[in-house]
């Protein structure tokens, strides 16, 4: 038992506090940073903390779900997929140093909940995990979209980005339909998206 427990806190632990890692390179990271008034630069930094706060979500949603997965083939999935959420909150991390801003302070309370989640779904089954995954990550993609139109046309740097993990969530919800994800009934979908609307706002102003 406490072999299983040390490796996942360690897990939960880098997550939240250290840096993240990456294999690939960060998108746009070649491209000149652009002009932005003080008051865009703020913006710009406050939408990539809340993509890292998502990040950090889809970090304890993986882990709890391949925790309680029963199937090797999918719980190697959902590691995967956990590898590249990984990257994005590398990349998301590093955008917000080079705006000037910060990390979300609610950071271990959205991983904490997030955790909690991920091994509720994964108590009902892979095909109903999966399903809250392929949601989940349908969400985010809107959330993403909303977020490239919001930026200053002129920032390609953090356009670059969030290009690259809308692409990469994309490719998880396809993944997860793959395996056989069931559709969520809408209440549930519903209060997934209240419960994102709450965390949006909170890890946007801090």
């Given at each position: 038992?406490?072999?299983?427990?040390?490796?996942?806190?360690?897990?939960?632990?880098?997550?939240?506090?250290?840096?993240?890692?990456?294999?690939?390179?960060?998108?746009?990271?070649?491209?000149?940073?652009?002009?932005?008034?003080?008051?865009?630069?703020?913006?710009?930094?406050?939408?990539?903390?809340?993509?890292?706060?998502?990040?950090?979500?889809?970090?304890?949603?993986?882990?709890?779900?391949?925790?309680?997965?029963?199937?090797?083939?999918?719980?190697?999935?959902?590691e995967q997929a956990a590898?590249?959420?990984?990257?994005?909150?590398?990349?998301?991390?590093?955008?917000?140093?080079?705006?000037?801003?910060?990390?979300?302070?609610?950071?271990?309370?959205?991983?904490?909940?997030?955790?909690?989640?991920?091994?509720?779904?994964?108590?009902?089954?892979?095909?109903?995990?999966?399903?809250?995954?392929?949601?989940?990550?349908?969400?985010?993609?809107?959330?993403?979209?909303?977020?490239?139109?919001?930026?200053?046309?002129?920032?390609?740097?953090?356009?670059?980005?969030?290009?690259?993990?809308?692409?990469?969530?994309?490719?998880?919800?396809?993944?997860?339909?793959?395996?056989?994800?069931?559709?969520?009934?809408?209440?549930?979908?519903?209060?997934?998206?209240?419960?994102?609307?709450?965390?949006?706002?909170?890890?946007?102003?801090?």
């Amino acid at each position: 038992m406490i072999d299983t427990i040390i490796p996942e806190l360690d897990k939960a632990l880098r997550a939240v506090f250290a840096a993240a890692p990456t294999r690939r390179q960060m998108p746009g990271q070649d491209l000149p940073e652009a002009e932005m008034s003080e008051g865009e630069r703020r913006h710009v930094a406050a939408l990539m903390r809340v993509n890292h706060c998502g990040e950090i979500c889809a970090q304890a949603l993986y882990q709890g779900q391949a925790l309680s997965s029963r199937d090797p083939a999918v719980k190697r999935e959902l590691e995967q997929a956990a590898w590249e959420e990984t990257e994005h909150l590398n990349w998301t991390e590093r955008r917000i140093a080079e705006l000037g801003g910060r990390k979300s302070l609610f950071n271990p309370l959205w991983y904490a909940g997030s955790l909690a989640i991920g091994l509720l779904a994964g108590k009902f089954g892979d095909a109903w995990s999966l399903g809250f995954l392929a949601e989940t990550e349908r969400q985010v993609e809107g959330h993403l979209e909303s977020h490239m139109a919001s930026l200053p046309a002129q920032d390609r740097k953090s356009w670059e980005v969030l290009q690259q993990m809308q692409a990469d969530e994309v490719r998880h919800a396809q993944t997860a339909n793959h395996f056989g994800a069931r559709e969520l009934p809408p209440p549930v979908k519903l209060a997934m998206k209240m419960s994102s609307k709450v965390m949006t706002r909170l890890s946007y102003v801090a």
